[in-house]
DNA sequence: ATGTCACAGTAACTGTGA
């Protein structure tokens, strides 16, 4: 007896501001589990009600104040398995859980960087890569058939942002992000489930900045979010897209959520 | 490219992070 499953992955630029677009994407999209990235809200102030109205009664959260935070909202079961703290200060940035299949869906924000790619001069780089380096410490070791996927903060390829060349110097582009989420991407030979889908250079942004003055007309789109499995369950994978409309709703987040569907 | 968002602290702004 096969069981379809439909996850998503979306951050969201808080939860509170985008009550009404969460709801209608869940309304139209009725994944069975939403992954949520830069929740920004505190655990006791997460909106779970209103997701427990339609029906995602399952809900792990790993939220702090103001920045950063994520979180898991679930119709089926899912056992809370770890909360990991990859820079080591403290910041709501993973959670993972455990689904009655077995199966591990890791759920991850990445952080930005801030604005210079030199962690000489700039400690939130060095944080960055630093983070980076600890989740392949962590990745090397998975012995479970695991989804990964959330708000990584880098764009890998050429082909993943709207220009290599105007962005290689751009935090979430540069060389050394680059080649240290390919070693990520090698330690768990894990499966970048966008591009099996869409191969390069297929566009595939999943970011739009909100300063543009026409978002979708200029297109200076990056690849920053990601959603990775193990080698296994690729036989699961069924599709795979980004919902890109969802960045044209009312008061949008500046990312748009994913969507993967799976059979086991 | 200083453009646009959200949050919190202090009271219509500023600072921070993105």
Redesign the pocket.
Known sequence: MSQNLKIASWNI??V??RLDIVTRFLTEEAPDILCLQET??MNDAFPGGIFRQMGYNHQVLHGQ????GVAIVSKIPIREDDRLDWQANGEARHVGVRLDNGVRLENVYV??G??VPDHTVNP?FGQKLAFVERMIEWSSKLDKPTILTGDFNIAPLECDVWSHKQLIDVVSHTEVECELLARLQASHNWVDIGRHFHPAPTRLYTWWS???RDWAA?D?GRRLDHMWISPELLDNAVSHRVAEPCRNWA?PSDHAPLVTEFRF
């Open positions: 630029n808080s509170r501001a920004k809200v104040p103001m920045h950063h952080p930005a801030g604005e939130k909100y300063r543009a200029s200076r008061r």
